[in-house]
């Protein structure tokens, strides 16, 4: 991106596409804890009508994420060439994945915030590969999971790790 304080060359850059730029910004913000960079309101007529950002532009860890709004006239001449935002394409085709400090309170966060548990029972995981991990539908509908490092395991003991957890997961189903 050629505007001050955007991309660099080797930097990976993710938009999402949203139907409330302000509100996903806010969100990221406030609990994915992403830094603000801009935001951009449209010069032009937008539907609904009033002050609502077009695009922001955040950093998350080295990740450039632009919240971008959707296409309002997809409903009326829907196109297969413009993105929809996941609450009205049906589905979300990509999950993203942040390590965090403390995976529990980001998860509290994002809860209070409006995201929804991606698994039945909503709660974090400790993982045979050392991970503490959750998943969620952010109220935008991508999905995201968190996870933060419970210990550093090495590669080779993830298969024994593993049968372990399996294991344990199947003695437990059986009672």
């Known amino acids: 991106m050629a505007i001050r304080d955007g991309l660099r060359v080797g930097q990976m850059g993710v938009t999402l596409i949203v139907k409330d730029v302000d509100a996903a910004a806010d969100f990221y913000r406030d609990v994915l804890g992403a830094e603000e960079i801009r935001r951009n309101a449209s010069p032009l007529p937008v539907d609904p009508p009033g002050p609502h950002a077009h695009w922001a532009e955040l950093r998350l860890g080295d990740v450039h994420l632009v919240v971008a709004r959707e296409n309002p006239r997809w409903r009326e001449a829907p196109r297969p060439d413009w993105p929809r935002s996941p609450l009205s394409a049906g589905a979300s085709a990509v999950g993203l994945t942040l390590y965090v400090e403390d995976v529990d309170a980001t998860f509290a966060r994002a809860l209070a915030a409006g ?17 503490r991990v959750v998943g969620f539908h952010d ?9 933060t490092c419970r210990e550093e395991v090495d590669y080779e003991e993830l298969p024994a790790r593993y049968e372990a957890a399996w294991q344990a997961h199947r003695a437990a189903r059986a009672n």
């Open 115 to 131: 995201a929804t548990p991606q698994t039945r029972d909503g709660a974090p995981e400790d993982t045979y590969w050392g991970d």
């Open 139 to 147: 109220p935008f509908g991508h999905v995201w999971r968190i996870q």
